[in-house]
């Protein structure tokens, strides 16, 4: 069965400082990779996503994650947060031909000042 | 006006009622979904829908009941509410895309319910 693990609950970044965020699949083939982005009050909105080609994906709001094979992972990075980032942010994963997807617990993100 | 929306936002009841969740949609999506989120244990998948005559069951279905009135709608019951199912709940809206799996969610704002 595939899953997916987010190992940080909660992570605080000064605004202005880097980010990365960290997820971790087990699924024996090239899963599809996806992260999802939590602001309070809302629902989820879609980062970026990973099925194939470049392991390194770019998405919206400046995010971008990495896929990497022999880690198993697929962090999510930005080089310099915003007040506005602070949110939840979700990895999901999807095994190939499921359509379904299964999220990890979420990170929370704080950014102070 | 948002392209996913759920009604009620908020919505306190007591244990044993039945309760109704509802969501509409005018991204003209055939797909739609119900999850249900809980602190440190993210999103669940309780029932999704592939079209207006498709209805399966998820991770997590006991206990719920869907109905797929049209393209657009998609609504999520209790039959008799108990306090675990207490919970945030989502809508999500998805066309299928050219390689199966890596559709795009689209989620409402959810909504959250007490059962007392």
């Known amino acids: 069965a595939q899953s997916v693990t987010q190992p940080d609950i909660h992570i605080t970044v000064s605004e202005g400082a880097s980010l990365e965020l960290r997820c971790n699949y087990s699924?024996?083939?090239?899963?599809?990779l996806f992260w999802y982005v939590q602001s309070p009050g809302q629902g989820l909105q879609l980062l970026l996503k990973?099925?194939?080609?470049?392991?390194l994906v770019q998405g919206i709001k400046g995010f971008e994650a990495e896929f990497k094979r022999s880690q198993s992972s697929f962090n999510l990075r930005k080089p310099s947060v915003h007040w506005s980032d602070a949110a939840e942010y979700f990895c999901?994963?999807?095994?190939?031909?499921?359509?379904?997807?299964?999220f990890g617990t979420g990170t929370r993100l704080t950014i102070i000042p | 006006d948002a392209d996913v929306t759920q009604t009620p936002r908020n919505r306190i009841t007591k244990t044993g009622k039945r309760i109704m969740l509802e969501c509409s949609q005018t991204?003209?999506?055939?797909?739609m979904y119900w999850y249900r989120q809980d602190p440190g244990l993210g999103l669940r998948l309780i029932y999704y829908?592939?079209?207006?005559?498709?209805?399966n069951k998820g991770e997590i279905s006991d206990g719920y009941s869907v109905s797929r009135q049209a393209q657009a709608k998609f609504s999520l019951s209790l039959e008799s509410a108990i306090p675990n199912q207490t919970a945030l709940y989502f809508c999500?809206?998805?066309?299928?895309?050219?390689?199966?799996?890596?559709?795009?969610?689209?989620f409402g704002p959810g909504t959250r319910l007490t059962v007392l």
């Open positions: 999500a809206t998805s066309e299928p895309s050219g390689l199966a799996g890596t559709d795009t969610q689209y």
């Open positions: 699924y024996g083939a090239t899963p599809y």
């Open positions: 991204k003209g999506h055939d797909r």
């Open positions: 990973y099925f194939s080609g470049d392991t």
């Open positions: 999901a994963v999807v095994e190939g031909g499921n359509e379904k997807l299964t």
């Open positions: 829908s592939f079209d207006v005559k498709d209805i």
